[in-house]
């Protein structure tokens, strides 16, 4: 049998140390992504292998050992034992993906980086700044340009390359500013043989150009090493397309960080006071986030964290009214929207997908062209949001492609180099053997075979294998995260919970029971998985019925005092209390609306078996003039201070609004809504048009800009130079005035030397 191995390779410098104090070295890791696409298998470390790791070698040198092996795979694959099918078997590997953050891709592609002119790793978008902000220039920022490849990537270099054998530099700049082409592995020889071209025409005036390239290209030929990156040799591998974009660093740590900077230092030190008490009351039900502190975010909010932009994308837009302009509050809807499309790790309609997630897209851009028409020249990162699309057309859902398994897989890289053996002085030799050990360990535990002494394969007894699924403390060593066996429907019931008669609740209204005594409970499993509790939002569908969402308002199970009617009793009840799906959008939050049913109980009871998933609703608080009126006493270390804070108090309980920002089963809500509710609208017909006009406008802008600064430049020269005058001639009346004493001096001494001779 032969198998073909899919390893995507993730590079990047880490500190090896725990402390503040920076010990680089340069780690590259993999994961094995023939796995199953659930987001539980990509989010555990115990998945994530080690590679390699170097204080010196940079990550070209890296990859030049990792192709040989690679491509060696494909002409002699590795042979190894086959678990399922007892036979042996052969494994060729292939490079599917270069997950990294943008510069290391940018490196990785053999790219001068998001500041050169052509600023996009993967096509030939950008240019002068006379191009960028031309009418035809400006729109081509907007979508994908002409593709790079490996190949022309290749020549280029070899163009570099053979130009640096003339010795002229500024030819070799003239071609990385013209192609954006730059690579550091190519730029290390173009240096010496830069160095050797200027010394052979200095010592030999005569000889020919073509003889000192020709003498060069041999001299160059016979080094060992690779003399241009890597990447572009391995089987299969165009690191110039296979670099996905990655949603950490270019979403949440770059397109939602330029709306929070461009929100929060827009406002007063009240606004940063009331949005902190907004954001404090945001009902994290149906959020997968992590509890709120509104006032630290503010407080440092030039120092946040992925986990904080997360909570900030899928909330900000219910609290920034009355604080920021349109085009502001439209960014932040557009981003909202676009992160709540991304975060997803199964595509079911990739054609109906892609077209909502290219509207979604081109809104956020020209959102950002409202606001700042400058950004998407500055800021790379807003320019590859054109390429989400290909890249999960090519590669699939753009989550699993994301790095943030790589990046907490570095805390267990600096344990092992925190414990590593110093007095060696071989710190990747020693860290790479604790990993082959607990590699090994992994391999055991999950029932790996490996080669007896007999000449047999064998693997470790049930016993052994049962500590990985049996021993937290095993499981957290290791990164194995257990998945939770879920039982749907199951209740689970409060303890020291009270027996209520059935006449007393809700579910009384509008269902007849003769059942009388009932418990309460605290939450259900929904069919999803989710955990709902009393207060959470659902959707439910009941047998032959459309769908509903309501809020739980009790969830109630049969009691009886002895087990002699066990087998009567009836079915756990869940009562729900209804609200009204409306027919058309909010008006400023482009959402879906919720009402209060107003007629009959306002309730109906529904089973265990038929609650659909939960969802985040927050309460419109816009329309209602919800303000923070309410008070309440500080916690701290779980006592009430004396301290109070303010939070907002609800105007009523009846209208509020689905939060289609949220991250949690986003696309089962989009699939359970009518269409009309959640489709995309572009924000403008003829987007060439719109992007032709930000353009004059930026023209006009950018040229007065410049004007200023050149004045500036100006009135700082003709400054320099009058502080450089004064303080000559300061210098000078000083010289004046040093000669002046020390000829006093002189005189002073020559009249006392016959006092002093008198003396004697």
Request: glycine share 4%; with cysteine; charged share 20%.
């Amino acid at each position: 049998d032969l198998y073909d191995v899919f390893i995507p390779l993730w590079a990047d410098d880490v500190s090896g140390n725990k402390s503040k104090q920076y010990n680089k070295h340069i780690n590259m890791y993999s994961v094995n992504s023939n796995l199953p696409g659930q987001l539980h298998q990509w989010q555990m470390k115990y998945f994530v292998q080690f590679v390699s790791t170097s204080p010196n070698a940079t990550s070209p040198e890296q990859f030049s050992a990792l192709k040989d092996m690679i491509n060696d795979t494909h002409q002699h694959p590795v042979i190894c034992y086959n678990a399922e099918t007892r036979r042996m078997c052969g494994v060729r590997l292939h490079v599917p993906t270069l997950p990294a953050d943008n510069p290391q891709q940018a490196e990785e592609a053999c790219h001068a980086g998001g500041n050169a002119n052509l600023l996009c790793r993967k096509c030939d978008a950008g240019g002068t700044y006379e191009e960028t902000e031309s009418d035809e220039g400006y729109h081509a920022l907007y979508g994908v340009g002409i593709a790079r490849s490996a190949v022309q990537t290749r020549e280029q270099l070899t163009l570099q390359l053979k130009a640096a054998t003339l010795g002229v530099k500024s030819e070799i700049t003239q071609m990385q500013r013209a192609t954006g082409t730059k690579d550091k592995v190519a730029q290390y020889w173009i240096d010496i043989l830069l160095e050797k071209s200027i010394k052979m025409k200095k010592d030999n005036p005569n000889m020919p150009a073509d003889e000192i390239t020709a003498t060069l290209e041999t001299w160059l030929d016979n080094q060992p090493g690779d003399k241009i990156n890597p990447l572009l040799d391995i089987a299969d591998l165009d690191p110039t397309q296979d670099t996905p974009v990655e949603i950490l660093h270019t979403i949440l740590l770059g397109v939602v960080k330029y709306v929070w900077h461009m929100f929060h230092t827009s406002l007063s030190i009240e606004q940063k006071n009331l949005f902190v008490v907004r954001l404090q009351s945001t009902d994290l039900d149906g959020l997968t986030v992590p509890p709120l502190r509104a006032a630290y975010m503010m407080q440092y909010n030039n120092n946040l964290i992925g986990k904080h932009f997360k909570t900030l994308m899928q909330t900000m837009s219910f609290h920034v009214h009355d604080m920021v302009t349109p085009a502001q509050f439209q960014l932040i809807q557009s981003v909202g929207e676009l992160g709540a499309m991304l975060w997803i790790h199964e595509i079911n309609d990739l054609e109906s997908y892609l077209k909502d997630l290219e509207i979604i897209i081109g809104n956020t851009l020209d959102a950002f062209a409202a606001v700042d028409p400058a950004k998407i020249i500055n800021k790379v990162k807003i320019h590859l949001l054109n390429h989400i699309v290909p890249d999960i057309r090519k590669f699939g859902p753009i989550i699993r492609n994301s790095t943030e398994v790589f990046e907490c897989f570095n805390a267990i890289f600096r344990m092992c180099s925190v414990f590593s053996n110093v007095l060696r002085r071989a710190p990747s030799h020693d860290i790479a053997c604790q990993f082959a050990g607990m590699d090994r360990v992994k391999h055991i535990l999950s029932g790996g075979y490996w080669v007896h002494s007999s000449g047999q394969w064998v693997q470790a007894g049930p016993r052994v294998q049962e500590v990985l699924t049996n021993q937290p403390i095993i499981q957290r060593h290791l990164g194995w995260i257990p998945k939770e066996a879920i039982k749907i429907g199951t209740f689970h019931l409060i303890k020291k919970t009270q027996t209520v008669l059935w006449s007393t609740t809700k579910a009384a209204l509008v269902l007849e029971q003769d059942w009388r005594f009932w418990h309460n409970n605290i939450s259900v499993i929904a069919k999803s998985g989710d955990c709902c509790k009393i207060g959470s939002w659902v959707a439910v569908q009941k047998k032959l019925s459309t769908f509903h969402i309501g809020r739980i308002a009790e969830l109630l199970s049969p009691f009886s005092p002895t087990t002699n009617f066990a087998s009567e009793r009836p079915d756990n009840v869940i009562t729900i209390e209804d609200f009204i799906l409306g027919p058309i959008r909010h008006p400023q939050f482009n959402m879906p609306v919720l009402h209060k049913q107003e007629l009959g109980a306002g309730y109906f009871t529904v089973n265990s078996s038929e609650i659909l998933f939960q969802l985040s609703v927050q309460h419109d608080c816009r329309s209602m003039h919800c303000s923070a009126t309410g008070t309440r006493a500080v916690i701290q270390e779980h006592e009430a201070t004396e301290r109070t804070t303010h939070y907002i108090e609800h105007v009523d309980d009846k209208r509020f609004v689905i939060n289609m920002h949220s991250l949690h089963n986003a696309n089962l809500i989009r699939a359970l809504l009518p269409h009309n509710l959640t489709e995309p609208k572009p924000l403008h017909s003829d987007r060439e048009r719109w992007h032709h006009r930000i353009a004059a406008d930026l023209q006009r802008t950018q040229r007065e800009k410049r004007e200023r600064t050149q004045e500036k430049r100006k009135r700082t020269v003709k400054e320099n130079q009058r502080q450089k005058e004064a303080q000559q001639a300061q210098m000078q009346v000083v010289d004046q005035d040093g000669s002046s004493e020390e000829s006093e001096e002189q005189g002073e001494i020559f009249a006392l030397q016959p006092v002093n001779k008198r003396k004697r």
